[in-house]
């Protein structure tokens, strides 16, 4: 069956501007995460969804990050007033439960986002 | 808070021969414990995983993997590389019975395999 996917694969942006990152999990699923990876380090969490609400939000970085999943399946990561710093990949991936300890996590290809 | 560190940044391998990537951990308990591979352009893909039994876990592509309490560690294995193994591989941790799902992952070691 169809993996995790991800669009676009590579956005390029200016400083300033705003950005809108999709990810399509795995048919089935109940949850979903985003995770960030800089150039050269391990994959950073950001956030976390049962269904449609956000169960962890802890990792994201400050309040220029949004996400949301309003009908369970789909989710849009978005980025107000993006900064050089915010270029990366943003992985998305999914598990097939939304509740109880710990599942593995199926990843997308993620989105590789640079900011001029 | 749980962290995770692999201490090679780099290892080159030749082909046919074997392959240990170290994995340390620093958790106050038994943490859960993945190891995933990066293909260049590609997304994170499940070797395998621990979360409780056997301490010596085998996954995909012939790798292995065994969990040492004493050590807090969690060292990946392959008795036989092949040139399809270069990649770049994760070792993970997830903390237990606490409801919560991040994964905290180490920096990666980037494998390259010599012919």
């Known amino acids: 069956g169809a993996g995790v996917s991800q669009t676009p694969s590579n956005k390029v942006t200016e400083k300033g501007k705003y950005v809108e990152l999709r990810c399509d999990p795995i048919?089935?699923?109940?949850?979903l995460y985003w995770y960030r990876q800089s150039l050269g380090q391990g994959p950073e969490f950001l956030i976390y969804?049962?269904?449609?609400?956000?169960?962890?939000d802890s990792g994201l970085p400050n309040d220029r990050f949004f996400a949301v999943r309003p009908e369970g399946s789909v989710s849009t990561l978005k980025i107000q007033r993006t900064e050089r710093g915010d270029s990366a990949v943003y992985l998305c991936?999914?598990?097939?439960?939304?509740?109880?300890?710990?599942?593995?996590?199926?990843f997308g290809p993620g989105t590789r986002l640079l900011v001029l | 808070a749980q962290s995770v560190t692999q201490p090679d940044i780099h290892i080159t391998v030749s082909e046919g021969a074997s392959l240990e990537l170290r994995c340390n951990y620093s958790?106050?308990?038994?943490?859960?414990l993945f190891w995933y591979v990066q293909s260049p352009g590609q997304g994170l893909q499940l070797l395998l995983k621990?979360?409780?039994?056997?301490?010596l876990v085998q996954g995909i592509k012939g790798f292995e993997a065994e969990f040492k309490r004493s050590q807090s560690s969690f060292n990946l294995r392959k008795p036989s590389v092949h040139w399809s193994d270069a990649a770049e591989y994760f070792c993970?941790?997830?903390?237990?019975?606490?409801?919560?799902?991040?994964?905290?992952f180490g920096s990666g070691t980037r494998l390259q395999v010599q012919p």
């Open positions: 991936a999914s598990s097939l439960r939304g509740s109880g300890d710990m599942e593995t996590q199926y």
């Open positions: 048919s089935g699923h109940t949850a």
């Open positions: 969804f049962q269904g449609t609400g956000a169960a962890d």
């Open positions: 958790y106050g308990a038994t943490p859960y």
């Open positions: 621990y979360f409780s039994g056997d301490t």
């Open positions: 993970a941790v997830g903390a237990r019975n606490t409801g919560r799902r991040a994964l905290t």
